[in-house]
């Protein structure tokens, strides 16, 4: 796919051919970087996920697909670790 003025990253990243992971792995490796945004916070990033989805959860009780999203709105931020910047 070439569309005009997308992204660099799109064409390298966009066939999610570099590697393949599950997204509890993702989860996990997570935990090895340090956000930017947040340098302070001192607990795993894993966590920020799961609290994020839960109190979700709490205050959407019949939207999973929002659960969901709040699980996986940070799993982008592995891509530091294939070289990209935060």
């Avoid at 590697?19 to 920020?48: A, R, T, Y």
Wanted: aromatic share 6%; hydrophobic share 40%.
């Amino acid at each position: 796919i070439t569309l005009r003025g997308a992204p660099p990253q799109l064409a390298q990243y966009g066939s999610c051919s570099i590697h393949k992971m599950g997204v509890m792995e993702v989860l996990e490796l997570l935990d090895q970087l340090v956000d930017e945004s947040d340098p302070d916070v001192d607990f795993p990033n894993s966590l920020h996920a799961y609290q994020t989805a839960e109190g979700i959860r709490r205050a959407h009780p019949d939207k999973d697909w929002f659960h969901l999203v709040g699980l996986l709105h940070d799993l982008g931020k592995v891509l530091v670790l294939f070289g990209e910047p935060q």
